[in-house]
Nanobody, 115 residues
Framework: QVQLVESGGGLVQPGGSLRLSCAAS????????MGWYRQAPGKQRELVAT???????NYADSVKSRFTISRDNAKNTMYLQMNSLKPEDTAVYYC?????????WGQGTQVTVSS
């Protein structure tokens, strides 16, 4: 059973940047469409960025042009580069397949955007 571990979150000021990482215990990224999800307090978990097995990407309108999803197949790691962060980006960020697989949810990584 593949496991996913997210890291790289933290506290950042508005306008700042963070890079999140999603490390997989097995080779999953070239076989499945993967995504970054986030869940803000009191809100449902939402998909913000998708990378297809063949490499194309897609983004939610709220993060388009600010976030970039990528992966390193050799390292079994997926990334989310987040620039121009806004307070509304504050959430716990998770990686998972698209559509989501219930057994793959990790602990997530907290991103807080605040001055």
């Amino acid at each position: 059973q593949v496991q996913l571990v997210e890291s790289g979150g933290g506290l950042v000021q508005p306008g700042g940047s963070l890079r999140l990482s999603c490390a997989a215990s097995g080779n999953i990224f070239t076989s499945y469409t993967m995504g970054w999800y986030r869940q803000a307090p009191g809100k449902q978990r939402e998909l913000v960025a998708t990378i297809f097995s063949y490499g194309s990407t897609n983004y939610a309108d709220s993060v388009k042009s600010r976030f970039t999803i990528s992966r390193d197949n050799a390292k079994n790691t997926m990334y989310l580069q987040m620039n121009s962060l806004k307070p509304e980006d504050t959430a716990v960020y998770y990686c998972n397949t698209v559509p989501r697989t219930a057994t793959l949810w990790g602990q997530g990584t907290q991103v807080t955007v605040s001055s």
